[in-house]
C-alpha cells in the first residue's frame, strides 16, 4: 500500500471542511431545500456511479510508461457527470452539492486507502458542483430553464449552461492538479500541465446532457422523460468504457512481452520500442491509415518475442555464433509466431512477426519467400529492424551513425530489404530526424536528436548490415 504523504491528507481534509461548509446550508431547519429533487438526483448519480465507471468523464489524464492512460489523482476515481450538471442547473448550490454525496461515498474503490479516496471524491464533487450552481443562479439559469407549459428560454439558456459546465470543469481541474502535487508531490507546474485541455471537451458532451435532462425535469413530462437522455448516454459511455477497458489489456500484454524479451536480452534492451516506433514513421511516410499504424507498432514491438524460446547463452555469447548456434536462433520468428498465434487483436501484425527476416530475392528466413510474396507489414519492420541495430551498440558491435545505417539499407535495397520501405525511412528522418540510444549495459550519453543527413551513396567497404547487425 502506498503512504499518503502528510501534505495530501491535509489537502483532503481542508477539502472536506470546504465540501462541509458549502452544504450545511441546505441542511439547517428552516432550509428551503426541494428534498423530493435532491434526493432522485442523489439516487440516479448513486445508480450510475456504483455499477461501472466511464473514460468519457475523465477529468484528466497522466501516462503510465508507454503505455495508455490512467486517472490523474492518486485519490481520486471517474465519474459520470450529466447528472451532477442537471442538478447544477435546477437547483440552488447547497442542494446540488448534497447529490454527489452518496454516489462519491459508495462508488468501487480499487486501490487503498479506500476511505480517504471515497472522501476525497466526495469532497472534491460536492464543491464542483456547488460552484457550478452558484454561477448558474447567478447567470438566472433556473429560471431560463422554464417550468412546466412554460418551455425553456432558448437560446439564451445555452450560455448559462455553457458557463456552469465550464465552471464545474475548472473547479475539478484545479482540485485535481492541487491532489497530484500533494500526493504524487509533483512540482506544481507539471501538476496542472495539460489537465485543463484534456478535461473540456468530456465536459461539454456532459454539459450539454446535463441541460438536455434539466429542460425535460423541467417540463410537463417531469423527471421520467429525463432518464431518456441518461439512459442512452449512459450505455454509450459504459460501451466505450468497455473498449477502453479491452485497449488497456492489450497495451499490458504486449509490455509484459516486451519487458520478458528486454529481460532475457539485455543487449537489445529498448530494441523493440525503437523498431516499433521506426516501423511507424515508415507506414506513416507510405500512407497507412491509423488503424493500421497501430497495427505495424504491435508487428515492431512484438518482432523479436520469439527469443523467448532462444537459449540465454545464445543470445548474450559475445563472440562470433557456430552455424549450430545460427539455426537455433534462426529459428526465432517461427517460435514468436506460434506465441502470438491465438492473440486475435494482432491481426496482421502475427505475420510481420513471421516473416521479418524474409529478403526481396528470396535468401532469408524461415521461408525464402521473394518479392511481394513478403506481407507488407514485414517489409516494413524489416527496414526498422536492420536500421535500429546498425544505429545501437551492442556487445558483439559499436552503432554505426545514423547516415551511414542509411546507406547500407539503400545499398541492399531491391536484394534484401524493400525499396520503397527504405526510401520512406529516409524521408521519415529527414522530417523528424533520429535519437540514437545505447541498448548494452553501459552508461554513455545518447546522441541530440538532430536531422538525419541523407547519403548519396553507400561509404566504401560497407558490409550488409542485418546479419552482421543483429543476431536473429
Excluded at 51 to 78: D, N, Q, Y
Aim: charged content about 20%; proline content about 9%; glycine content about 8%.
Amino acid at each position: 500500500m502506498k503512504v499518503v504523504p502528510h501534505t495530501a491528507r491535509g489537502y483532503v481534509g481542508c477539502a472536506l471542511l470546504a465540501a462541509a461548509a458549502v452544504t450545511l446550508p441546505a441542511l439547517r431547519p428552516g432550509a428551503d431545500t426541494p428534498w423530493q429533487t435532491v434526493l432522485l438526483l442523489a439516487a440516479l448519480n448513486t445508480v450510475c456511479e456504483v455499477p461501472a465507471r466511464c473514460p468519457l468523464a475523465t477529468r484528466s489524464h497522466r501516462r503510465s510508461g508507454r503505455g495508455g492512460a490512467v486517472p490523474v489523482s492518486p485519490l481520486g476515481t471517474v465519474s459520470f457527470f450529466p447528472v451532477l450538471l442537471a442538478a447544477a442547473l435546477l437547483l440552488p448550490p447547497a442542494a446540488a452539492a448534497l447529490t454527489a454525496l452518496p454516489g462519491a461515498v459508495l462508488a468501487r474503490v480499487d486501490q487503498p486507502p479506500a476511505g480517504l479516496r471515497r472522501a476525497w471524491r466526495a469532497a472534491e464533487l460536492a464543491l464542483a458542483v456547488w460552484a457550478a450552481a452558484l454561477v448558474g443562479q447567478l447567470l438566472q439559469c433556473p429560471g431560463a430553464l422554464g417550468r412546466g407549459a412554460l418551455g425553456p428560454d432558448f437560446p439564451y439558456v445555452l450560455l448559462p449552461a455553457a458557463v456552469t459546465a465550464l465552471t464545474f470543469c475548472l473547479v475539478l481541474t484545479a482540485l485535481d492538479g492541487g491532489i497530484r502535487a500533494t500526493a504524487e508531490q509533483m512540482p506544481p507546474r507539471t501538476a496542472w500541465r495539460g489537465l485543463l485541455a484534456r478535461s473540456l471537451a468530456p465536459h461539454s458532451v456532459h454539459g450539454l446532457a446535463g441541460l438536455m435532462m434539466a429542460v425535460l425535469w423541467r417540463s410537463g413530462y417531469g423527471p421520467v422523460a429525463a432518464l431518456f437522455v441518461l439512459l442512452p448516454m449512459y450505455i454509450s459511455c459504459w460501451g466505450f468504457a468497455q473498449y477502453h477497458r479491452e485497449r488497456a489489456a492489450h497495451q499490458a500484454t504486449i509490455r509484459a512481452l516486451v519487458q520478458a524479451v528486454d529481460i532475457k536480452d539485455r543487449y537489445t534492451r529498448g530494441h523493440s520500442e525503437r523498431v516499433g516506433h521506426a516501423s511507424v514513421l515508415i507506414a506513416r511516410e507510405l500512407g497507412m491509415p491509423e488503424p493500421r499504424l497501430e497495427v505495424v507498432r504491435f508487428a515492431g514491438i512484438l518482432h523479436d518475442v520469439g527469443k523467448l524460446g532462444v537459449p540465454t547463452r545464445v543470445l548474450r555469447k559475445d563472440g562470433p555464433l557456430t552455424p549450430e548456434e545460427r539455426r537455433v536462433i534462426e529459428l526465432h520468428p517461427e517460435y514468436g509466431h506460434e506465441m502470438v498465434r491465438g492473440i486475435g487483436f494482432l491481426g496482421e501484425a502475427r505475420t510481420a512477426i513471421l516473416h521479418h527476416h524474409e529478403r526481396m530475392d528470396g535468401s532469408g528466413y524461415p521461408y525464402g519467400l521473394k518479392g511481394h510474396e513478403i506481407p507488407e507489414y514485414a517489409r516494413v519492420v524489416a527496414v526498422a529492424d536492420a536500421f535500429d541495430a546498425m544505429t545501437s551498440t551492442r556487445c558483439y558491435s559499436r552503432a554505426r551513425p545514423v547516415g551511414t545505417a542509411l546507406a547500407e539499407l539503400e545499398r541492399c535495397a531491391g536484394t534484401q530489404f524493400d525499396p520503397r520501405m527504405v526510401e520512406a525511412l529516409a524521408r521519415a528522418l529527414d522530417r523528424h530526424g533520429w535519437q540514437t540510444e545505447v541498448t548494452a549495459d553501459e552508461t554513455t550519453v545518447p546522441a541530440p536528436r538532430t536531422p538525419a543527413p541523407r547519403p548519396a551513396s553507400a561509404p566504401p567497404g560497407a558490409q550488409a548490415p542485418a546479419p552482421a547487425r543483429e543476431r536473429g
